[in-house]
């Protein structure tokens, strides 16, 4: 590998979160490595230690997939990085299968990919933010056999220099906030969330207003009625309530590795009729257990004649504005354009995140990208971005929606992706 000041590796992974560890955990068991010089591998990530989604680890809030939807079981079953192997570590695997539930808590799922990172921390740096990709000084694209990731350490330890024949980056999503607003301390997006809640004291709200209509709105919404009791509620969405989650068995064929052939494969009447037909699997839909309940406890007030759980459906926020200790909320009827100004202590934003764009961090690479007719970067089936004269190979985990289709960012296929991955990463050693 070389001397810190030169290292060398087969491959580089920027962000450690599922899925790069996923990919981690695939060059660990793969059967080139079997007999042969294993791949060598560093991964470096900004968090000072793993940690996926921490702020919307609510209580109770469960997985929206089954836990064989894990980092390893659908390409390797007999996987030691499994969530069986997991339970059956920390000593819960009859105990999880008396609960009879396919999902188990989004806590519990945390605690499983945090055991298994901890079986790879040699491979990964945190507290390390990677700064640039580039070309060697004094190569050309055609021909440099390796490109160079500047690291940077956000403890203060300095720069890093490493060298790398392939580059994977899965640097997450982006938290989207309407235009116009920031976050403050008493404006917060979900992503956030918890982080924030444990900095007030619940006591002294007396309203808070959730902005949006899917899962994380639903749960969020959920969680401060329970732990702000005194506090008037108000769940802001432009539709007409929530819509329910297709989880039914053919829907969720979508999911299935198989799918993403179909797709990347498919003309652009298929690519569009996924997303037409099957968007309801994931993207602003919350579910039905969930819309239930809160639907329950609106309908339980009511008869009570105590609302505190208000929804305002069809409703659009135009401000947000701070006035001393409170929060004013302007929000719009899409009925009939009425204004109406909330006064509230906190708003939370369920808006949702943008794909990962990796422009900015390829920085002179990016040249040699090639894009599709709508700006996008062209993928090959392999995940690995289409180049010009670039000998080194540069992956994508997320951001490619557009040619992987609905799984190319999420958990349902992370086992497979990151097969597919470190098969391709062997192949182009080997060639």
Avoid at 70 to 91: E, I
Avoid at 192 to 208: A, H, M, S, T
Avoid at 405 to 415: H, Y
């Amino acid at each position: 590998m070389g001397t810190p000041e030169h290292e060398m590796y087969d491959v580089v992974g920027i962000g450690f979160g599922p899925s790069n560890l996923s990919l981690a955990v695939a060059l660990d068991e793969h059967p080139g490595n079997v007999g042969g010089r294993p791949i060598s591998s560093a991964f470096f990530e900004r968090q000072p230690s793993f940690g996926w989604h921490r702020n919307m680890l609510l209580p109770d809030a469960t997985m929206q997939i089954s836990f064989l939807k894990d980092l390893a079981t659908f390409r390797n079953p007999s996987s030691r990085f499994s969530f069986v192997s997991y339970l059956h570590d920390a000593g819960r695997l009859v105990q999880f299968v008396n609960n009879q539930d396919f999902f188990p808590t989004r806590q519990e799922f945390h605690q499983y990919l945090e055991w298994a990172a901890a079986s790879l921390s040699d491979r990964v740096s945190y507290n390390s933010d990677v700064r640039a990709i580039r070309l060697p000084p004094g190569t050309s694209p055609g021909s440099a056999d390796y490109i160079q990731v500047e690291v940077a350490d956000r403890g203060g330890g300095g720069e890093r220099l490493v060298n790398a024949r392939n580059v994977v980056i899965s640097t997450g999503l982006v938290p989207r906030m309407p235009a116009g607003i920031e976050v403050d301390d008493r404006v917060w997006h979900t992503s956030e969330f918890l982080d924030r809640y444990g900095r007030i004291n619940p006591d002294d709200i007396k309203g808070v207003a959730v902005i949006g209509a899917g899962q994380s709105a639903a749960e969020i919404t959920r969680f401060l009625h329970d732990n702000v009791p005194h506090a008037q509620i108000y769940a802001i969405m432009p539709s007409y309530g929530y819509a329910v989650a297709d989880d039914t068995p053919f829907a969720n064929q979508v999911f299935d590795p198989g799918a993403v052939d179909e797709y990347y494969n498919g003309t652009d009447q298929t690519r569009e009729a996924f997303w037409r037909y099957h968007k309801n699997t994931n993207y602003s839909v919350v579910d039905d257990d969930v819309i239930r309940d809160l639907f329950r406890r609106t309908y339980g007030e009511r008869v009570r004649n105590s609302q505190r759980l208000n929804f305002l459906n069809l409703t659009r926020v135009a401000a947000v504005k701070r006035a001393g200790t409170e929060t004013r909320v302007k929000v719009q009827s899409l009925i009939d354009n009425d204004p109406q100004e909330l006064s509230v202590d906190v708003v939370v934003f369920a808006t949702g995140y943008d794909a990962m764009e990796p422009t900015a961090l390829l920085g002179d690479l990016d040249q040699y990208c090639l894009r599709d007719s709508s700006g996008r970067l062209r993928v090959e089936r392999d995940y690995r971005v289409v180049t010009s004269g670039l000998p080194c190979g540069i992956y994508l985990q997320g951001g490619t929606e557009h040619t992987h289709g609905l799984s190319a960012s999420l958990l349902s296929n992370i086992a497979i992706r990151g097969g597919e991955i470190a098969d391709s990463l062997l192949r182009r050693r080997a060639a």
